[in-house]
């Protein structure tokens, strides 16, 4: 749309929004008061484990050795927290069972989304989940964020589109509408879902209650993001002008060429920091790839799946692997400074004020296990998290560690998903 | 190919000469690996363990009336029952070290295995199971959990073993083990360790039977008890990481024997909360004491061996977690019952006339489950005879020689028994009756284990216990309805009173006993019985017993399958309706609906729509696909962009009146409406957007503003099957979602004006109406179309499920070849439903491919030039039928290899609907190191071969490894890293996963013909069109409809469009709930 959809009516706030057609579970749970700037959330999915002995740090707490695979973070490890020992438990198996899991903790919601519905109400996405390639040749659908219902949530592998919607305004091929317009048919539509849900069965009501949800994220940011648009500056994005061609053409389409595999991730890792700055969201899924992961990147001849069943921990493929997480673990790194270098609202960096939580689906990938999982934390989450550290959890379950995330962001549960070790966050990662 | 003749002739010679064990020239493995009782398959793994070979061949003696009837990986010759195999050429060199295989089916098992082989000529070693000793499970890394009131002990099964070593034919050792371990010890140190003998593993299947068995009679005294005490002072001194040794005195039962035993323990605190506690020396536990020296012989002879040790050492290692707290419901004691009180012999009795001995006695105990009868003849073994009810006084059995029968009774609480009463003995003699009244002075004391433990006081076992009761006893018992003389078994009563009590009274299964119900052959369920049962007795029922027990099986337990159809007469099971739900249509939806609404492509537009998520390959599932606030970001966008096309683009075929007129508004709103929402709107509606039609002000506008409006209602988005109340608790579709279904099954698309037309009338109601229109909507290419995209997504070979491949591998296969095979799959399709036989048996035997030039190279066939694709003999007879197709075998390829195992997994999963668990969590699945050396099938093979594995390997291998001509890219080869492709496969459970039938084959074309014949190909068809078709995965409710579906499938001799007709005929095609 060429109008920016910031502009749009204000006037009709004052117009009584209709009720919800049931109070929402997440309003109960209580919310821990916090002062100066809000927290953000990111989750960084990278695919098909690691090499737990090329990966994880000698060491103790503070005095530790960054291994192969980690390498790249060297320049950052002041910023991050390192982990071991924890263990994925329950649930389904190898990757399809691991990617199913690793945001769940075999709940029905993943911690993303979780998150996203509890602090999300003020900002005008409550959460945002981007892919690069993550929906190319992943025949399965396999992805690691779920909403209610336990429905899976692709992310969106076209920067320049998501950019559109959550900015507006770069995508010349929309038509203006007006914001009468606008309001009349979200009325339309909530008033419609009104009268199925008086029609349907208990089973769809979920269903519906959902999309009556989604209308009101969309009719929220319809209405309220006058205020901020002049502090907005999102003119520095895409400064290389990146284009994607519309439709079909070709295959694969450009967005899901490896060659462009980089210029993508990046693309998206700072429309999270924009969006951050913004405050247009504070929680944030990246998927990079998919698991069963088909990349062929730097030159390497075989690809990354295939180089993630390596055989000899030591041996040639290995060493393909090791080189192809460092590539992630460059992206990433990139993603931790960009967020450095922005401050936010209370003087602090975007960093400081955000948590960064780094996973995969497997562990030792060539095992398909679910042990020892590849998980790394960056960023102080506004002065929760201590950073510069290597904890080993000695095989734990993982659901602590979503537990601690959250309660990092202000989300006071003591579980999540998963308790067969226990409730409660993970012993010694807080303050 | 050489001559067999000369095996014999070297056999023979072999066999004059002198056999020695300890020769080490090969180590056989030979395994039943599944038994139909009228046949077997049996599989022959040969270590070389001598020099490299160029040939091999391996000869033995069948122990009874064996007959192979097909062996793969070699030929084969037998004369009477002796046996002579050579390589298949291809196998043939074995370097030392080397390993090699064979298996074959064969008919009349004797339940004996040959015990002698020769290599070559020269005897090799029997190696009658697999070697590995139990694996320990690495322990968990400590979990420093904060320290909270413990309130017991409990056993981590998983973590813990129990193993013993059993010693063969002198010198060969082996560690076997029980899989299933409970224990717990309580705050005050009392300690209850309770194995399940029926878990004994020792890596060979009839070994494990033979043993549950003939040893440990494990159907009737299924657990062992170790019970002590442990001093938990000296344990809550332990810090972890710090051990101490201690001494556990303690009482050990089984086999209905309690004795008492000591245990060496090394105990070490590994965490605040976990205790292991290992053997620091082995317990040593003799046969004797147990009275198990009789099983063991009695395996000894099964398995033709000379000697089996009769003191077992036994080692475990334990390991505890504490039970703290808040865990309180996960508290789990484990607790042996309390010992019953003795029960008093009364006398045992034989009648000679009909061989039988009759032994009753006193129920003094008020908590056994039931009574153990043990029997030994003459100076012999004790063994375990029977068990019988509790509160039941009195057992019979029929002799089959004479001789000096002493017998004594149990009680037993579970598997805890009481001390034993005192002996009787009956001197049988055919035709002399006799008796004992139990004054006997009884046997040698040291053969009947006096416990002294008795908590309920009693005889303490004493063998004179003669009271009550009868003297002498010559009249024979009255009759229990057991077989007469003249008379025929009853087979009722026979089961009532032998079966019963393991298998149900209903036969529907019991504790011990397996359920009965499903129906099965007749005459294999009876040479079973002969050969297995009761438990414990074997041969006991055999001939008329047999055949009566099993007659009665079929005709009161074998479950009623139901009426079958035939010719044409179809009798259909009373269906429960599907669910009513709302299902949002795909992008692939969206984009046709856009197409026939407004005639303008939205096939681009829906590239940024969020991606369907995938439920069993399909991505129209109703339950998994919610409407988020991105999909609407999208919707609203698409809608704006069409809305404004249409208006401009497409006006005047929108428009049916003049826009200055009045009522013209309205007229557009109704109409449009009508066809958006696929049924007449209903007033509010109309109301509704003809103010937002006026507010704009503008007619064009008026119009963009509706169009936009309803493209993102839910009732354009949804597929709406939600009906109208019957009254009866289930709802009936309107007319018009019955259209919305037709059209969306049949086309994948929105109703046309017949359809439409049709609803208004309310003409879509009788299954004649019904198949009218579905039969005229697939005449079209939008069926074509749509088709292909079911066969596509059921196969999961759509272009999203096609990974890509490997350039240095596989050079020749690029994005022409690629988008070839996708064009394939569908064409091919669609010529089997439509331009040819239509049957469903033609997917599968098709011998012809649909190739445009880049595929026909590809595939390696000659004279095809252009795009175009076009239907061609393969006359080199490799490819043809589905899972042959590029497409396929791309899909279910991997970059750089092929990929049996996922290829079998397919087949059975999508193919024959057989769904297969995923490997036990704690199981190492990583692959096979690569090996240029190898196949890729000879190392899944080794990597997957292990007893563990097989268990689903069999299925899967048998099916993956089929395909192995395939490479990961659907290319055809004849090597694989310079070795020779083995298509060979075995297919085991053909109908079921549960029952015993195989077939072999050689190659993906005969791999098909075996599979095309069976039924479950034919009902998983069905099964996964209506999947398809409904938008939802079936639950049992669905089970009747189903069938009926499967039933209209088979009665129209498989046509595939009668099945997809069918569809419309079910009972509740238009119902929901």
């Known amino acids: 749309m060429k109008s920016n959809r910031r502009q749009f009516l204000k006037t009709l706030g004052g117009t009584a929004l209709a009720a919800p057609l049931a109070t929402m579970p997440w309003a109960r749970v209580a919310m821990a008061q916090q002062s100066g700037a809000p927290r953000r959330a990111v989750f960084v999915f990278i695919p098909d484990g690691c090499i737990p002995e090329r990966f994880h740090p000698s060491g103790s707490e503070f005095e530790f050795q960054l291994n192969d695979m980690t390498s790249p973070l060297e320049s950052i490890r002041q910023h991050c927290v390192f982990t071991s020992g924890l263990n994925m438990y329950e649930g389904g198996h190898t990757h399809e069972g691991g990617v199913a899991k690793v945001l769940t903790g075999n709940n029905t919601e993943s911690l993303d989304y979780f998150l996203a519905q509890r602090i999300g109400q003020s900002t005008p996405f409550r959460g945002i989940n981007l892919g690069v390639h993550a929906t190319f040749q992943n025949g399965e659908g396999n992805a690691p964020s779920f909403s209610t219902g336990n429905v899976p949530i692709t992310p969106n592998d076209n920067p320049i589109n998501a950019f559109d919607n959550i900015f507006g305004g770069q995508d010349p091929g929309n038509v203006p509408v007006s914001d009468r317009r606008k309001r009349s048919i979200l009325d339309q539509m909530i008033s419609e879902i009104r009268a199925l849900n008086s029609k349907v069965g208990a089973n769809e009501r979920e269903k519906l209650e959902f999309h009556t949800d989604s209308i009101r994220e969309v009719e929220k940011r319809i209405l309220s993001n006058g205020a901020e648009a002049g502090m907005c500056n999102t003119s520095g994005y895409n400064s290389a002008g990146f284009t994607v061609p519309e439709g079909w053409h070709g295959y694969p389409p450009k967005i899901h060429l490896d060659e462009h595999y980089e210029t993508i991730g990046r693309l998206q890792m700072d429309l999270i920091t924009e969006s951050f700055a913004c405050d247009m969201t504070r929680v944030a899924t990246l998927m990079w790839s998919h698991p069963v992961s088909p990349l062929r990147v730097e030159g390497i001849d075989q690809g990354h799946h295939d180089t993630s069943h390596f055989g000899q921990a030591d041996g040639g493929i290995a060493d393909k692997f090791v080189r192809y997480k460092q590539y992630h673990m460059r992206q990433f790194r990139y993603l931790v400074e960009n967020l450095a270098s922005r401050t936010d609202t209370d003087g602090n960096s975007l960093l400081h004020n955000s948590v960064i939580f780094l996973c995969s689906e497997l562990g030792h990938s060539d095992a398909h296990d679910h042990r020892n999982m590849p998980f ?35 989300v006071d549960i003591d579980r999540f998903g998963y308790t067969g070790h226990g409730t409660g966050g993970l012993p010694g990662l807080l303050a | ?107 009349n098992p004797s339940g004996n295995l040959p015990t002698e082989f020769f290599l070559n000529g020269q005897s090799c070693t029997t190696l009658l199971g697999g070697q590995d000793p139990g694996a320990e499970q690495p322990g968990e890394p400590d979990n420093d959990a904060p320290d909270m009131s413990v309130m017991g002990w409990s056993l981590n099964g998983v973590q813990s073993e129990f193993g013993f070593v059993t010693v063969k034919n002198t010198d060969v050792a082996e560690i076997q083990s029980f899989a299933n371990l409970q224990a717990y010890v309580d705050t005050s140190g009392r300690a209850t360790l309770a194995i399940d003998l029926n878990t004994v593993d020792t890596g060979i299947d009839i070994r494990d039977q033979r043993i549950r068995d003939h040893l440990f009679s494990s159907g009737l005294l299924p657990t062992l008890y170790f019970t002590t005490q442990v001093d938990m002072g000296s344990v809550a001194d332990l810090e972890p990481g710090d051990a101490t040794t201690m001494t556990l005195d303690g009482r050990l039962t089984m086999n209905g024997i309690s004795q008492d035993t000591t245990a060496e323990v090394l105990v070490i605190r590994t965490a605040d909360n976990r205790i292991a506690v290992r053997t620091a020396r082995p317990v040593m536990v003799k046969g004797d004491d147990f009275e198990l020296a009789g ?47 003795t029960p008093s012999i009364v006398n045992a009795s034989y009648t000679g006339a009909n061989s ?73 003699q055919p035709g002399d009756d006799s008796g004992d009244s139990g004054d006997n002075p009884g046997t040698d004391p040291s053969q009947n284990p006096d416990d002294g433990d008795n908590g309920n006081g009693g005889d303490g076992g004493t063998p004179d216990n003669g009271d009550g009761g009868d003297t002498g ?41 397996v359920s009965l119900t499903s129906p099965g052959e007749l005459g294999s369920l009876v040479a079973y019985i002969e050969r297995t049962m009761p438990l414990g007795n074997t041969g006991r029922c055999v001939d008329d017993c047999a055949e009566a027990v099993g007659q009665y099986i079929a005709d009161s337990i074998w479950a009623d399958t139901g009426s079958g159809g035939d010719g044409g007469d179809v009798v259909l099971e009373d269906e429960t309706p599907g669910p009513r739900q709302l299902n949002l249509m795909t992008r692939y939806h969206y984009a046709n609906a856009i197409r026939d609404l407004v005639g303008i492509d939205a096939s681009d537009l829906t590239t940024n729509f969020p991606v369907e998520a995938r439920v069993l390959g399909f991505n129209n599932n109703a339950a998994k696909n919610y409407v988020s606030a991105r999909h609407l970001d999208e919707y609203l966008k698409a809608a704006e962009t069409i809305a404004e096309k249409a208006v401009t683009e497409r006006r005047s075929s929108l428009l049916s009146c003049d826009a200055g007129a009045s009522g013209c508004s309205a007229q557009f709103v109704e109409g449009f409406g009508r066809r958006a929402f696929r049924r007449p709107l209903n007033s509010d509606e109309h109301q509704a957007y003809l103010s937002m039609f006026d507010a704009e002000g503008d007619f064009d506008e008026g119009m963009e503003a509706v169009i936009t409006a309803m493209l993102v209602s839910p009732n354009f988005l949804y597929i709406s099957e939600l009906g109208e109340q019957t009254g009866s608790g289930n709802y009936e579709l309107t007319p018009h979602e019955v259209a919305t279904q037709l059209s969306f099954t049949y086309q994948g698309t929105i109703p046309d004006a017949t359809l439409m037309a049709a609803a208004d009338a309310d003409q879509l109601n009788t299954p004649e109406q019904l198949e009218a229109q579905a039969r005229r909507l697939l005449q079209s290419d939008k069926a074509r179309v749509h088709l292909g995209h079911f066969a596509e997504q059921w196969l999961e070979s759509d272009p999203a499920s096609m990974g890509s491949k490997d350039p240095n591998l596989f050079p020749r296969f690029n994005g022409d070849v690629r988008e070839a095979m996708h064009r394939e799959l569908r064409a091919f399709f669609n010529h089997v439903v439509f331009d040819s036989t ?50 396929v075998m791309a899909s279910h ?62 299925y899967i291998n048998g099916i993956g490894f089929g395909f192995e001509a395939f490479d990961g890219a659907g290319g055809f080869r004849t090597t694989d890293n310079n070795r020779p492709v083995n298509t060979y496969g075995v297919i085991y459970g053909l109908e079921s996963l549960l029952e015993e039938t195989s077939a072999a084959y050689d190659g993906v074309r005969q791999m098909q013909q075996t599979l095309v014949q069976t039924d479950s190909l034919k009902s998983c068809m069905s099964r996964q069109f209506y999947r398809f078709a409904r938008g939802y995965i079936e639950t049992g409710s669905d089970s009747n409809t189903l069938d009926n579906l499967n039933q209209l499938f088979a009665n129209s001799g498989y046509d595939l469009q009668e099945l997809m007709v069918g569809l419309t005929q079910l009972q509740t095609f238009t119902l929901r709930r």
């Open chain 1, 376 to 410: 790394v934390l960056a960023g102080n989450a506004g002065g929760a998290l201590q950073t510069g550290r290597y904890l080993n959890f000695g095989g734990d379950a993982h659901t602590k560690l979503l537990v601690s995330v959250a309660n990092m962001m202000g």
């Open chain 2, 1 to 107: 190919m050489k001559p067999l003749f000369k095996l014999l002739t070297l056999t023979a010679g072999a066999m004059a000469g002198n056999v020695a064990l300890a020769n080490q020239l090969c180590t056989v493995e030979y395994q039943e690996t599944a038994n139909w009782g009228a046949g077997a398959t049996h599989i022959v793994t040969v270590e070389n363990n001598g020099p490299g070979l160029e040939q091999w061949d391996i000869s033995w003696t069948f122990p009874g009336n064996e007959t192979i009837v097909q062996l793969w990986k070699g030929h084969f010759d037998q004369q009477g029952n002796q046996v002579g195999v050579i390589d298949a050429g291809y196998n043939g060199t074995v370097a030392t070290g080397g390993q090699f295989d064979f298996g074959f089916n064969l008919e």
């Open chain 2, 295 to 341: 099983g063991i012989e009695t395996l000894r002879t099964i398995a033709g061996l000379s000697a089996i040790g009769q003191t077992v050492p036994v080692y475990f290692n334990l390991n505890f977690s504490a039970i703290q707290g808040d865990d309180g419901d996960n508290l789990m004691p484990v607790e042996a019952g309390t010992t019953p009180a």
């Open chain 2, 356 to 428: 039988t001995v009759t032994v009753s006695w006193q129920d003094l105990s008020d908590n056994e489950t039931g009574f153990v009868v043990k029997r030994r003849q003459g100076n012999g073994y004790w063994e375990t005879r029977a068990a019988v009810d509790a509160n039941q006084t009195q057992w019979m059995e029929r002799l089959d020689s004479e001789g000096n029968y002493t017998y004594r009774v149990i009680a037993v609480n579970g598997s805890v028994p009481s001390a034993s009463s005192g002996n009787v003995i009956v001197n049988a």
């Open chain 2, 473 to 513: 006893g010559e009249e024979p018992v009255p009759g229990d309805g057991d077989d007469n003389a003249g008379g025929q078994p009853d087979g009722a009563e026979i089961y009532a009173s032998h079966c019963a009590a393991c298998h149900g009274a209903d036969g529907s299964g019991g504790a011990i006993g």
């Open chain 2, 838 to 887: 239509g049957r469903f048996d033609e997917l599968f035997t098709a011998d012809y491919v649909f190739v445009n030039e880049a595929l026909a190279d590809y595939y390696g066939l000659p004279g095809v030039s252009g795009d175009q694709l076009r239907l061609v003999q393969d006359t080199n007879g490799i490819r043809g039928g589905l899972l042959a197709l590029g497409a």
């Open chain 2, 893 to 954: 390829g991997h970059a750089n290899e092929s990929a049996p195992i996922p290829r079998g997994n397919f087949v059975r999963r999508r193919l024959m609907c057989q769904d297969l668990p995923p490997p036990p969590e704690d199981l190492d699945t990583s692959g096979p190191a690569p090996d240029p050396s190898q196949t890729t099938r000879e190392r899944f093979e080794a990597r997957t071969g292990g007893d563990d594995c097989q268990t689903c390997h069999l």
